[in-house]
């Protein structure tokens, strides 16, 4: 396969596109989108997200302690990509989009009622990357919209239709189809191999 050389850019796709939830300690709900996040450790379960350090939800987690990550369902995507684009300094996202907050369990900052998924995370530690900052953050909770759940429980991932952001040429979409069991399929061509 012939390649091209990219040199050091973001391009890496797919990244789910999510609406990252803060509040600020004057009560101020803000929402934006980001999609440089996701799962970095199981023990203890940890979501990472990148953000500006100018950012008015950097800004309120640091002084919360807390954020949700929303999961953007692939009929958002207009949404989405408006809260990337306006400050929530400037007019209020959620109001304009029609989104709705909803408190969350066991974190300050909301949930997104729309967003099929949502991860309330408590910021446990903080790394300096240029003018960006990663915050890490502890899962202390997660919702599934019930309409995922199959009746033997188990869950149904076509009912989360989640949105991916291709990075690198600025393009929404949606996942498409199953291509295989994950720990499954790769045991079967261990499997032929040994």
């Avoid at 999510?18 to 970095?40: E, K, P």
């Avoid at 309120?60 to 954020?67: A, M």
Wanted: charged residues 25%; hydrophobic residues 40%; neutral net charge.
């Amino acid at each position: 396969m012939q390649k091209r050389q990219l040199g050091p850019c973001v391009t890496f796709f797919p990244q789910p596109t999510t609406l990252v939830s803060s509040v600020g300690s004057d009560g101020q709900v803000n929402v934006m989108t980001a999609s440089w996040v996701g799962i970095v450790s199981k023990t203890p379960p940890t979501m990472a997200v990148s953000l500006h350090m100018n950012r008015r939800t950097y800004r309120q987690i640091r002084q919360t302690g807390c954020f949700v990550v929303n999961l953007v369902p692939a009929d958002l995507a207009v949404e989405a990509d408006y809260c990337g684009l306006k400050s929530g300094r400037d007019e209020d996202k959620l109001l304009v989009a029609g989104l709705t907050p909803v408190p969350a369990r066991r974190v300050a900052a909301p949930l997104l009622d729309e967003s099929p998924l949502n991860v309330e995370c408590v910021l446990r530690e903080e790394i300096e990357l240029g003018e960006y900052r990663l915050l890490l953050g502890e899962i202390v909770e997660i919702h599934a919209a019930e309409k995922a759940f199959t009746e033997s429980g188990s869950m149904d991932a076509r009912a989360f239709d989640p949105l991916v952001y291709l990075g690198g040429i600025r393009e929404y979409w949606d996942l498409g189809r199953k291509r295989a069991d994950a720990y499954a399929e790769g045991k079967k061509l261990f499997a032929k191999k040994s």
